[in-house]
């Protein structure tokens, strides 16, 4: 249609339209009452690919994974009541994690709103605090505008998610379609130039520091900011840790790379973070998981803070130098008052601390090692996949143990942990690049949260990998009652079907693994294999994350690996 003109549409046919102006392409969602008119008008947009998940969380979860690999705003549909009630959790994820989606529920008519009609639910109620924005569309001529305002919302300033809920009857109203050019929303003008005088007192900072230290978390990725953080680290030889979200901001091959900090950081990175004079905090908020306790957090640092949210300034450290605005254009600012130095006592002294505490070797054992599964991955792969992971045990070893050089090649639910985001963000993020390997490495636990989306996997003929790491417990709470409620067990042995017969019943190849000898050919067949391939590892059942940070202790109050035998797997940075 031409860009002036106007014409009667349905609503629903104004959401397509608007839909295909902003550049969609998948839609993850399920059919239900309240979205059928929605559903009915698909077909008409066949630039619109519709993928039918089996569990409105994962509509959410997957929108979030696609998101997340492309750089895109992930769109997801639910009908109303437990449709939406269903996206709730894969809403909030979205909303810790800062990923851009919009999530477009049915909703009764609004003849009925208000009178507990058949699956009516206040979606709006409910997710007004996991959402950035969100809105009920009860005029059919407004459609067009929430959906550009939508779309914008999500993407700028602090990425997050946006539902929108749609009337039925809004859905077949007819109205005038004109797509507007821009949005007019005087209350919201995200910063994105840091403040000149603010970049310029961060520059003196770094110019005389001692031994500063980089943190570098997902805003960074988002804002796409790898070679400006680069050039900063290079310049002024800056050792880099990163958060959790983080990893894969910076090449963890990198001279300068001493990888993630946090609650299981690698010691000499968070012995880093306990020593440095200045830390310089890229796109991260000061997550407990990566400060642990605050009081102890960076005791001798002075902290400059980039950030594109205002709020997150001084929200859970006091910092000296706040800079907010987009990363990569403080960065960029910031880059060209930056002497070049070297700070070489500095890093010989955190190198030495990464011999004493290699934290990412592996110990020789005869059982099958979790680690040793994810760093067989890194081989086989060359790093070059996208990994994704569930929450528990199993993302602690696939964030330390595969080394993250491809920018944006990890993707973890961070903030919000849901166990169950593997598999279907995995979805995701395969769709969304389709000529990239996926791997989805998971926790028995978590994989039984969302196992049902192999279906979808089956339906869409995705090639997405996984990898099962099959401790039998919910091993991240075994691990804390191991630890720290001696050894009290409650509610964490698990049983699990046969995973390789729950794949081969959804039409998915899938392999046994008990023995670490097997590891690699396992790992190659599935890579060969052109379809979807399940591997269900079965892992020493009690083993541990190390390092760990005990709940309520400071970074530097560290339990390191309690077994010192021969190192199987040395790693050491290469330029
Ligand atoms: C939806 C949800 N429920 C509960 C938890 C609490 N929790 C965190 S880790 C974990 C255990 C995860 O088990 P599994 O997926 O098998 O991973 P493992 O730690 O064994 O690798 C649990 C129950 C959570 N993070 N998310
Ligand atoms: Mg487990």
Known sequence: MDK???????????ICESLVKEGVEVIFGIQGGAVIPLYDTLPQYPQLRHILVRHEQC?????????RATGKVGVCFATSGPGATNLVTGIANAYLDSVPIVAITGQVARPFIGKDAFQEIDITGITLPITKHNYIATDTGSL??????????????RPGPVLIDLPKDVQTEQAEFHYPN???LPGYKPTL???????KKAAKLINEAQRPLIIAGRGTIISGAYAELNQLAETAQIPVVTTLLGISSFPESHVLSYGMLGMHGMAYANMAVNATDLIIAIGMRFDDRATAKVSGFAPHARIIHIDIDPAEIGKNVAVDVPVVGDVKVILKALNKLINSTEHVDWIRQIEEWRTEHPSMNIRDSEGLLPQYVVQQIYEATKGEAIIVTGVGQNQMWAAQHYWYDRPNSLI???????????????????????????????????????????????QERLAVKIAILNNGYLGMVRQWQELFYEKRYVATPLNCPDFVKIA????????????????????????EHQGSFLIDFMIEPEENVYPMVAPGASLSELIEEPKKEVVAWPRQSTP
């Open 4 to 14: 002036g003109a106007i014409m009667k549409m349905t609503g629903a046919q104004i």
């Open 59 to 67: 509509a959410a979860h997957a929108a979030d994974g696609y998101a």
């Open 193 to 199: 130039k840091g403040h000149p005088t603010q970049i």
């Open 504 to 527: 081969e019943a959804y039409g998915i190849r899938g392999l046994r693994v008990k023995h670490k000898e097997e590891v690699t050919s396992a790992i190659k067949q599935a890579m």
């Open 182 to 184: 821009k949005t007019v």
């Open 144 to 157: 067009a505008r929430i959906i550009k305002e939508a779309f914008y919302l999500a993407r700028t300033g």
């Open 412 to 458: 973890s639910s961070g903030g919000l942990g849901t166990m169950g985001f593997g598999l279907p963000a995995a979805i995701g993020a395969k769709i969304g690049c389709p000529d990239t390997t996926v791997w989805c490495i998971d926790g028995d636990g978590s994989f039984q949260m969302t196992l049902q989306e192999l279906a979808t996997i089956g």
